[in-house]
């Protein structure tokens, strides 16, 4: 057991006790066999409320939702203190800290709609089929996707994390392609490249067993990709679903360095659906929750960008390739728009935008 004292904490509506370590802003950094609170992901649990709450107001049936990599168990339970709806939520960890741990906040809590596993994750899901799953691991998840897409229901939501984002953004290229199959490019756009390549091996292991996937809000940090994905049973679905996964060249990429590098194969289809980000802005409104400020950005950003083209350019990028300084956003979006071109912002930074009008065009508009 650890002798690590552990400290009460609230996030949502939710008390809990866990254990505390120094942590920077940027998320998860080393493993270790504590199950240690990480604040800065507090967005990212707080996102998974919205989204399970949307698919509870959706459902008319009973929902089992699986918190299936718990460590601390603060998602689970607050999933399970903070939804209102029919549902019941599974929470797993093998970490021995990790069991004793969420023994003690479930018993502190008195919640009655919560159980508690410490099996393998991929054990559990060969064995067990749930309405929503959440696989939240220190690393990459591509090791539980496979089981997952077997045990989660028809219409049901798989939602991961990736926080080896070195991987996925092309400092580790063959790691990339040895875990995920596919080729990431490092520059700009790697951070929505390496959440696409993630988006596509999900796609690729849902088709083996004939089921497509529809990405209904999915987003990217410096530190983590996230993504939440519905899985629709079905041939047709799954054709679908594979015509939006292929291989592009780098040149494909807006401003990239590499014109004959391939990138992929991964997911080049939307990253959102709009409607259910609108009904999740609803539903946000409705919350109690300390990051709602970040939230809401984060939310108008992922609808406005909901329709927009793949990947986007940045303007620091096109001030150093044309060696002026840039003009402001507001110059760029009204003269594209005016030239009847579509433009918006990204949420995977601040300086980037996203249009369907060639560099030409771009670069006019720029000067």
Known sequence: MTNVAADLVKEGTTELFVYKKKTSAKGPSTRDQTPFYN???????DVSIL?????????TKHVHILDGLAASGIRGIRLAHELNGDFEVTINDWNDQSFSLIQQNIQKSSLQNISVFQ???NGLLSERRYNSIDIDPFGSPVYFIDAAVRSVYNKGIIACTATDTAA??????KVCYRRYGAWPLHGPAMHEIGLRILLGCLCREAAKYDR?????LCYTTDHYVRLYVQINNGKDAANTSMAQFFSISARDVPLSKENTALVGPLWLGKLQKKPVLQEIRTILSTKELNTKNMLWKLLYLLEEEADAPPFFYTTNDLSSLLKQSPPTMDHIFENLRNKGFI????????TGFKTNAPLDVITEVFK
């Open 168 to 173: 996925l953004c092309g400092v580790f290229p």
């Open 343 to 350: 433009v918006t912002k990204t949420h995977c930074t601040p």
């Open 119 to 121: 099996r393998d994750l």
């Open 39 to 45: 604040p800065s992901m507090e967005l990212n649990r």
């Open 51 to 59: 989204v399970n709450q949307w698919f509870l107001n959706a459902s």
């Open 212 to 216: 497509g996937i529809e990405p209904l």
